[in-house]
């Protein structure tokens, strides 16, 4: 069974600070795709990063990048210089073979002015 | 590129009567699309995978007969609450598979069942 788990349910950041959210996951497969999807107040689902596991380098957006550790089964986000519009539940998401997507249970992320 | 509609964005309606929810995918064609529910400071919660052409898969726990999906094309897929009930009010999001394992988001729908 799969299982994506995000351990810190509420994180603050001071504006044009740095912040790192973590998520672990659980799969005995080898080849599969990682996700972080940002929902803001409107709640429309955003795609923030994807990162391919049999890729070693890690993906990076802009001001968004993720550190994957393939044998650790973790896969943080890291967003630098936070903004104010970055206030929103982050989600981490699994998905393997064409299957349905995994999702952590969020993180919710205040930026402060 | 890759954006997916629903509507509506806002639906209330009585207790015993059906609701359909329209996902479109705008901008590129859809084999598969996904129906989310998500209640409030949760995660989402999936409910059915929908297939152009072919049954929808459903999963464990969510009543088919209640919650019927038709995928007719390759650009749309509906989500139909037959005789809602106050219970069934919620938000339900959409999202279409574009890309190698990539999923888009519908803005949602807000169902409110007084």
């Known amino acids: 069974a799969q299982t994506v788990t995000q351990s810190q349910p509420e994180m603050s950041v001071q504006e044009a600070e740095t912040v790192t959210l973590s998520c672990t996951y659980d799969?005995?497969?080898?080849?599969?795709?990682l996700f972080w999807y940002k929902q803001p107040p409107s709640r429309q689902m955003i795609l923030v990063i994807r990162?391919?596991?049999?890729?070693?380098q890690n993906a990076t957006e802009n001001r968004f990048s993720v550190n994957f550790q393939k044998a650790a089964k973790s896969f943080s986000l890291k967003i630098s210089d936070s903004q104010l519009g970055d206030a929103a539940m982050y989600f981490c998401?699994?998905?393997?073979?064409?299957?349905?997507?995994?999702f952590g249970s969020g993180t919710k992320l205040n930026v402060k002015p | 590129g890759a954006v997916v509609s629903q509507h509506p964005s806002w639906v209330i309606c009585k207790s015993g009567t059906s609701v359909k929810i329209e996902c479109r995918s705008l901008?590129?064609?859809?084999?598969?699309m996904f129906w989310y529910r998500q209640f409030p400071k949760q995660s989402l919660m999936l409910m059915a995978t929908?297939?152009?052409?072919?049954?929808?898969?459903?999963e464990q726990g969510v009543e088919k007969d209640k919650f019927l999906i038709n995928h007719a094309s390759l650009t749309l897929s509906t989500l139909t609450v037959t005789s809602a009930h106050p219970e069934d009010s919620s938000f339900y999001i959409c999202?279409?598979?574009?890309?190698?394992?990539?999923?888009?988001f519908g803005p949602g729908t807000r169902l409110l069942v007084l």
């Open positions: 799969t005995s497969e080898s080849d599969y795709y």
């Open positions: 998401a699994f998905i393997y073979n064409f299957n349905k997507f995994y």
């Open positions: 929908s297939n152009e052409g072919s049954k929808a898969t459903y």
């Open positions: 901008d590129f064609q859809a084999t598969t």
């Open positions: 999202s279409a598979r574009g890309g190698v394992e990539t999923q888009y």
């Open positions: 990162q391919e596991a049999y890729k070693q």
